[in-house]
């Protein structure tokens, strides 16, 4: 399984952009997917989940700003988005996607998609 990341890049504090996900490789069909992210000297934390078409926000800081969602007629269902809005500082990180529960995460991460937000 290959997880590929990409939409990544510099904004201001206040925009926003749209991460893309797609799974290569699997045999499931829509799993449960999530987007994690680690910042710089943080541990990697999950921010974001979506199973049988229900979205969570698993990070209090990203509620209402962040959206997760899947494209349910591509890729088996193996292609995810998290549309980022109002982007603060602190959501300056590494972004990458993989499963979460019931799943457990694929131990082969991809590369993930740099999100800088300067102030």
């Known amino acids: 399984v290959q997880f590929v990341e990409s939409g990544g890049g510099l904004v201001q504090s206040g925009g926003s952009l749209r991460l893309s996900c797609v799974v290569s490789?699997?045999?499931?069909?829509?799993?449960?997917m999530g987007w994690y992210r680690r910042a710089p000297g943080q541990a990697r934390e999950l921010v974001a989940s979506?199973?049988?078409?229900?979205?969570?926000?698993?990070?209090d800081s990203v509620e209402g700003r962040f959206t997760i969602s899947r494209d349910s007629a591509k890729n088996a269902g193996n292609t995810v988005y998290l549309q980022m809005n109002s982007l603060k500082p602190e959501d300056t990180a590494v972004y990458y996607c993989?499963?979460?529960?019931?799943?457990?995460?694929?131990?082969?991460w991809g590369q993930g998609t740099q999100v800088t937000v300067s102030s």
């Open positions: 993989n499963y979460v529960r019931p799943f457990q995460p694929n131990d082969n």
């Open positions: 490789g699997s045999i499931f069909t829509m799993p449960p």
């Open positions: 979506i199973r049988d078409g229900a979205s969570t926000d698993d990070d």
